[in-house]
């Protein structure tokens, strides 16, 4: 497609424009640079070479040859005011397996940003404007935030983060809602499928999990999120799989069975587990056991304090993740080890929930020490306040520390130090005894009386 050049936006120092024919085979790029030119761009990995094609330097409508050395793009002989044009062709390639086949089908198409943008060096990390075109009748999901919107045209601002931070864009016939709450805007897409969808009953379900997730604090952690929703027709669950992106903006996938019930979906925890990840920073990948541990620890208890679980149950089902991690609790292995090698060792259990057991030690320890003044709740809320939303990765001990600043203890450090380099299960048979919990083989039993009733009782109350 020929295009002449765009107008770049004052406000933006890498400016794209992309336009998406009706085949969603290719889109055709185009970046400008007002100020900042950096003197070398480079193609997302080697194995992206042959998705960008007819790379060329545009200067006043001259075209330019661009030199190309590996993934290297070299810009020295590039002004500012020069853009760069070129093809992403896609050659039928998409992210997820689940996907494949409903490009033509359903006229429809997710792909990475890796797939179609360039990446910058380090230093010259800064937010960029991107302008979709887009055919009659198409619409787009991309994470970030929606400046402007026309009948053919959405204009996103990506956020300034590390371009290895994963994110994705859907294009294609969808439906899109926009949902605005107490200052924050999220994006909802929900993607066709061979079997019906039923859209309201969706929506229902998402904006029930939104509610749930406010009981931490009410605003909504992040200002502008991106929520896609793939149907992947029938399914053992009713969700498959659930993923957060950063890369772009903040972002939540969910691949579903859309013919189940909404009571089922009210029943599946991925969703909250997911937005609960929005919570805290990007954690580097050793640190994961505190990132899921975290997310794993509040999909029950935020499902209690808004009913959709009794706190009986909550308690029960905390429990049960407890056991299947100290089943899968190897005894010459520490935790460290173990997160670093999850996804090879798939030891999810042992990092879930020594992660989760960790957060739920240190919530107790807070209230306990502070009199119920303070807990793992107001530490998040402190963390929102000061630092959130964050464009790089956090350590896990760098984030501890930080939490130990905001809740002026040495809470979270020290139990850092206890269980990261430990072979062990995060101990939890004192906590237990002072919450009143007793373990037996089917049931948690639940005492009547103990010392921390009220500690017992508060993680799971509703906020007022």
Request: glycine share 6%; net charge negative.
């Given at each position: 497609m020929l295009f002449s050049i765009s107008k770049i936006n004052a406000t933006a120092a890498y400016h794209y424009v992309v336009?998406?024919?009706?085949?969603?085979?290719?889109?055709?790029?185009e970046l400008c640079f007002s100020s900042s030119l950096p003197d070398a761009m480079y193609?997302?990995?080697?194995?992206?070479?042959?998705?960008?094609?007819?790379?060329?330097?545009?200067r006043q409508h001259k075209s330019f040859p661009v030199r190309r050395s590996n993934r290297r793009l070299d810009l020295n002989d590039a002004r500012q005011g020069d853009c760069l044009r070129y093809r992403a062709v896609f050659n039928g390639k998409v992210t997820h397996p689940w996907f494949k086949q409903r490009q033509s089908r359903h006229e429809q198409i997710l792909v990475s940003l890796n797939q179609w943008m360039?990446?910058?060096?380090?230093?010259?990390?800064?937010?960029?404007?991107?302008?979709?075109?887009?055919?009659v009748g198409f619409e787009v999901s991309a994470p970030g935030k929606l400046i402007s919107t026309s009948q053919d045209t959405r204009v996103y601002q990506f956020r300034a983060r590390p371009s290895n931070w994963e994110g994705r864009i859907a294009v294609g016939r969808f439906d899109k809602v926009i949902k605005r709450d107490n200052?924050?805007?999220i994006e909802i897409s929900i993607l066709r499928a061979r079997k019906k969808i039923d859209q309201e009953k969706i929506i229902k379900w998402i904006d029930k999990n939104i509610e749930t997730l406010q009981q931490i604090y009410a605003q909504f952690p992040v200002k502008d999120l991106q929520i896609i929703v793939v149907p992947v027709n029938s399914d053992r669950e009713p969700v498959s799989w659930g993923q957060v992106m950063r890369g772009g903006g903040d972002a939540v996938h969910l691949y579903i069975d859309q013919t189940r019930s909404y009571d089922e979906f009210k029943d599946d925890w991925v969703l909250i587990h997911e937005l609960g990840h929005l919570l805290h920073p990007r954690i580097s990948d050793n640190g994961n056991w505190f990132s899921e541990g975290l997310a794993s620890y509040y999909q029950h208890v935020l499902r209690a304090r808004t009913g959709m679980l009794t706190r009986e149950q909550a308690w029960n089902k905390l429990n049960a993740?407890?056991?299947?991690?100290?089943?899968?609790?190897?005894p010459n292995r520490t935790?460290?080890?173990?997160?670093?090698?999850?996804?090879?060792?798939?030891?999810?259990m042992r990092v879930y929930w020594s992660g989760a057991a960790i957060s739920f030690l240190a919530d107790t320890q807070l209230r306990d020490a502070s009199r119920n003044q303070q807990s793992l709740d107001t530490v998040l809320q402190k963390y929102k306040q000061c630092c959130l939303?964050?464009?790089r990765a956090w350590t896990a001990f760098e984030l501890m520390q930080k939490y130990d600043q905001l809740s002026n203890s040495i809470i979270f450090t020290e139990l850092y130090k206890q269980n990261v380099d430990s072979t062990k299960f995060p101990d939890l048979s004192n906590t237990y005894k002072k919450l009143g919990l007793r373990r037996n083989s089917s049931q948690?039993?639940?005492m009547p009386a103990a010392p921390w009733i009220k500690i017992r009782r508060d993680i799971m109350q509703t906020r007022k």
């Open positions: 336009h998406i024919p009706e085949q969603l085979d290719h889109f055709s790029v193609l997302p990995d080697e194995t992206a070479k042959d998705n960008f094609q007819a790379l060329q330097l545009v360039l990446q910058l060096p380090e230093k010259y990390q800064t937010s960029v404007t991107i302008d979709f075109h887009l055919p200052g924050s805007r993740g407890f056991e299947r991690g100290l089943r899968g609790t190897s935790l460290a080890q173990v997160t670093e090698t999850m996804m090879r060792d798939r030891s999810f939303p964050v464009d948690l039993e639940i």
